[in-house]
């Protein structure tokens, strides 16, 4: 049968549609996702027809498609599913995209596009999991769902849903590896029909009532911030007390991967400060939040961030600085109203799942709270005024002297004031020490790592930084020594008194990626004179051409060059130095070759 025949005959139960190397579109990796074809689980069967295959491939072969599809195909007279698709979607809203390929045509071209062993037709459909890892190894794909018999029919929509919200728990969503399920428990899939406080409450397939616990990471959050009505939910079921826990958690990175620079969007007071607070941009996501970027600069010596802002409350904010760690994000609050209508949804906690935070649960700052300065001027009276002069001239002697006895308390509170501000005034500036230092101890660890780091930026004069970095070189090496050398060893391999380093050593060090300990081994191995008796050094002059008997290279000193390689490989790192009169040895360079030379 020719192909044009294939193509215009209704095709058998078991008949195989050929594949058209003519004008073959195969399914590649591919950012690109028509606006047609949607990104969401909507709950309904997308109808693809001959022309928009390409949609649909493209939509497969998007690495940041983040849940799985089912494609479903068409056979017979008339054209119809193996499957009850409008079930199977309407099963997996929030866990799976469901497409069904219009007619046979629409197959021909689909079965086109996909590698061998990924392929569906003849009314079966086929289960796709997220991203694209599947197009490598096809044969990992679970086989195709459908069936000739009502039995067969029911047995395989029931293992499409089950595969695919499986599919979906094990997809890397998870916020921690996850551990074996404890003895008694069972795996369970729920739809979820509700909530009560803090579980939800949803509907095992066989229509047991069951209760649903928040995932661990999310305890605290109330559960109609985590479940929605008709959500698939998969976890481990209890028989005995009908509670199913385990539910898994988005990974945070990934819910919050569209947090970027100038957007406004909901946090979570967790704890408040004078001076900062912490807020949750996702359970677990916690950051620290300056007040003076809190409050857009408004922040003054005599505010506490505690008069603006309580612990719990959600509250929009903009990022100033995306951050990478939690120390280094900067935001700042937004309370207009404007900038409530323009602030991101909260990301969701569970797939198919609502919002964490939500726009009523936002509570605003009273314009009339003061702060702690306007407090504190409420409560001072005129020092210079005397107490006795403050008693109204008609009050009795009893009422006069409780007055004053009132003005004492009041001035010995001021005085106790005085006295607790003198002390804040010695903690801020006790604080502002204790920044500082960790600013120094900051750089401190930038300059600790493996691989060489030059300490330019830290002195005024340069020769102050050359001097240290010396010091600081002679004190690896000598460590270096006395650690490597036994007791009886250092007799026999001294080290010598002084060495020198040329201007520019340090340098490129810290452009040849080297371990610095490497360097500073094979600095004591050419102290002591090992480096000239090892082969894996090998140790030679620097000449001046190619040739063995050219002239060797001299250094800035007039002394010859040698050099040592630090590792192994075709481009070693290689230690250049001079050796001058009297064993005299000078550091020249750390390279690839003589490239520094």
């Not at 959500?231 to 199913?244: A, E, H, I, K, N």
């Not at 797939?351 to 935070?357: C, E, K, R």
């Not at 030059?454 to 010091?471: I, K």
């Amino acid at each position: 049968m020719t192909s044009t025949s294939i193509r215009t005959a209704v095709p058998s139960p078991l008949a195989v549609p050929p594949r058209r190397s003519a004008s073959e579109t195969r399914v590649v990796p591919s950012h690109a996702v028509s606006p047609l074809v949607p990104r969401e689980a909507e709950g309904f069967v997308h109808v693809v027809r001959a022309g928009e295959v390409e949609q649909l491939v493209e939509f497969l072969g998007d690495p940041d498609r983040t849940l799985a599809a089912v494609v479903a195909t068409r056979c017979g007279r008339p054209l119809r599913c193996r499957l009850n698709m409008q079930r199977v979607a309407r099963d997996l809203r929030g866990v799976a995209t469901v497409f069904e390929l219009e007619s046979v045509n629409a197959t021909w071209e689909f079965c086109d596009a996909l590698p061998e062993h990924a392929k569906v037709y003849n009314g079966f459909a086929r289960l796709y999991p997220s991203g694209v890892a599947w197009l490598d190894d096809p044969d990992s794909l679970p086989n195709v769902y459908g069936g000739f018999t009502d039995d067969v029919i029911s047995d395989r929509t029931e293992s499409l849903i089950e595969d695919a919200i499986g599919m979906l728990a094990g997809d890397g969503y998870s916020t921690e590896t996850p551990v074996a399920a404890a003895p008694g428990l069972t795996p369970a899939t729920v739809r979820m029909e509700g909530t009560c406080g803090d579980r939800g409450l949803g509907r095992l397939f066989d229509g047991t009532l069951v209760s649903v616990k928040v995932p661990d990471d999310a305890v605290g959050v109330p559960a109609d911030h985590v479940f929605a009505d008709g959500q698939m939910v998969r976890g481990m079921l209890d028989p005995d007390s009908r509670v199913v826990s385990g539910v898994r958690m988005l990974d945070a990175d990934r819910a919050i991967a569209g947090y970027v620079d100038g957007a406004i969007v909901l946090v979570r007071v967790d704890r408040v400060r004078r001076d900062y607070c912490m807020v949750s941009l996702y359970p677990g996501r916690t950051v620290c939040v300056d007040a003076k970027d809190a409050l857009d600069g408004r922040f003054t010596p005599e505010d506490d961030l505690r008069t603006y802002v309580r612990e719990g409350d959600v509250r929009p904010m903009t990022i100033i600085t995306r951050g990478k760690g939690r120390n280094d994000w900067r935001m700042r609050f937004a309370n207009s109203r404007e900038a409530l209508s323009r602030a991101l949804p909260a990301p969701i906690l569970v797939t198919g799942g609502v919002p964490w935070l939500q726009i009523l649960d936002v509570r605003t700052q009273s314009d009339g709270v003061p702060n702690v300065h306007d407090l504190r001027r409420m409560l001072m009276h005129d020092e210079t005024i005397e107490p006795s002069a403050l008693v109204p001239s008609g009050a009795d002697a009893t009422s006069a002297r409780v007055i004053r006895t009132l003005l004492e308390l009041v001035d010995g509170e001021h005085r106790r004031g005085r006295r607790l501000q003198r002390k804040l005034d010695d903690a801020r500036r006790q604080n502002e020490s204790l920044r500082d230092y960790g600013q120094e101890q900051r750089r401190m660890r930038a300059h600790a790592g493996t691989q060489y780091r030059t300490m330019r930026g830290l002195f005024l004069d340069d020769a102050d930084r050359v001097h240290a970095e010396r010091d600081r070189f002679d004190a690896w090496i000598r460590e270096a020594w006395a650690l490597r050398f036994s007791a009886e060893d250092k007799a026999r391999y001294p080290l010598p008194g002084k060495w020198s380093y040329c201007d520019d050593f340090f340098e490129t060090m810290e452009r040849t990626v080297i371990d610095r300990q490497d360097v500073v081994e094979a600095a004591v191995e050419v102290l002591v004179g090992l480096a000239a008796q090892s082969k894996s050094r090998d140790c030679h002059p620097l000449r001046v051409g190619a040739g063995g008997d050219n002239a060797v290279r001299l250094g800035p000193n007039g002394d010859p060059i040698y050099r040592i390689r630090l590792d192994q490989g075709a481009s070693a790192r290689r230690l250049h130095y001079t050796v001058g009169a009297g064993g005299f040895v000078t550091f020249l360079s750390v390279g690839v070759h003589d490239e520094d030379l």
